[in-house]
């Protein structure tokens, strides 16, 4: 089972010196990535950062984890110039980026910053033409040219450069709680399908409700379903879990740290991720039970190192 670290500072604001020391400590305790949020909101000082920006730091800072965001938002950024973006990054990295990709959700952020927001429709379909560029330019051959026409985005000639380091491009992550687009996208374009909460306009992954066991189960058996669908095979898909971390070796220490949450004690259990090191183990087993191989810890006290420590120390030993 490979641990991942999610940071997802409250109020979405911390500087870049906060992200580093944080994915250097995941680094040094033995995790396996390192990922953060893609927003323009950070309502309180500092303030927002952008996440390609911090990635492309944290490349040249770290040395083996591996880096992401989850999920950069497909109406932030045309899917030609992010091309570009993820192409150097995964350069600068040696080929640790994973690439997290959706039709993105928070309509105040956007009209914050001048960004379109669509209605949903329009912002899959956007996804969906976002996706088919990115990896036409990603795998189209050096000396060739790319062009693509779609109702949103129209390609002509391009020389598709720089390409990533990893053949054919970054791992595509494609998460969510959509019952149809969502599963036909993974089943498509995706080499990791990541369960996250439904995000409404008013509500993220910081406050919608977790997801259990057994709703989880169901989103990767559409998943699988719309694999066979298009003659591919499920196998070939790693499927992946959020949970909001919350661990402590008292009731106590699981108390404070569930007050930088914002939730009780109580529904941080229910979603899985809260209570002793030993629940840990057994939550993140239940979930391996339904296909899971890596799991996404989302920390909101991104200066809490030693919450880093704790779950290296105790329940990633368990888990090998």
């Not at 993105?104 to 329009?122: L, Q, V």
């Not at 996706?131 to 020389?159: K, M, Q």
């Not at 899971?292 to 990633?316: F, K, N, P, T």
């Amino acid at each position: 089972m490979e641990l991942m670290v999610f940071a997802t500072p409250r109020s979405k604001s911390a500087d870049y010196e906060q992200y580093l020391r944080l994915a250097q400590g995941a680094e040094k305790c033995g995790y396996a990535g390192f990922v953060r949020g893609d927003h323009y909101w950070g309502e309180e000082p500092p303030g927002s950062t952008d996440a390609w920006t911090t990635l492309a730091g944290l490349a040249r800072e770290t040395v083996r984890i591996r880096l992401g965001v989850l999920v950069t938002a497909a109406t932030f950024r045309h899917p030609g110039p992010l091309a570009v973006q993820i192409a150097q990054v995964d350069q600068m990295s040696g080929g640790r980026v994973d690439f997290g990709l959706g039709a993105g959700w928070y309509g105040p952020e956007h009209r914050a910053y001048g960004i379109p927001f669509p209605p949903a429709k329009d912002r899959f379909d956007r996804l969906e033409e976002s996706l088919a560029v990115i990896t036409g330019l990603w795998r189209t051959r050096i000396g060739d040219r790319f062009s693509y026409h779609g109702r949103h985005f129209r390609l002509e000639n391009c020389p598709a450069l720089p390409k990533p380091s990893q053949p054919e491009g970054p791992p595509i992550v494609i998460g969510g709680a959509g019952a149809k687009r969502t599963p036909q996208l993974a089943a498509r374009y995706a080499s990791e399908f990541s369960n996250l909460p439904a995000t409404t306009n008013t509500a993220d992954l910081f406050t919608a409700p977790p997801t259990g066991v057994a709703v989880a189960a169901a989103q990767f058996e559409r998943v699988r379903q719309a694999c066979r669908a298009i003659d591919r095979e499920p196998g070939q898909l790693k499927f992946s879990h959020t949970m909001t971390l919350c661990c402590g070796r008292t009731e106590a220490e699981v108390a404070a740290r569930a007050e930088a949450t914002q939730r009780s004690v109580e529904e941080l259990r229910a979603g899985g991720g809260a209570g002793s090191p030993s629940e840990l183990v057994d939550s993140i087993g239940s979930y391996a039970e339904t296909g899971v191989s890596r799991i996404y810890l989302m920390m909101r006290d991104i200066d809490d190192l030693g919450h880093l420590e704790l779950v290296a120390c105790e329940v990633m030993p368990q888990l090998n």
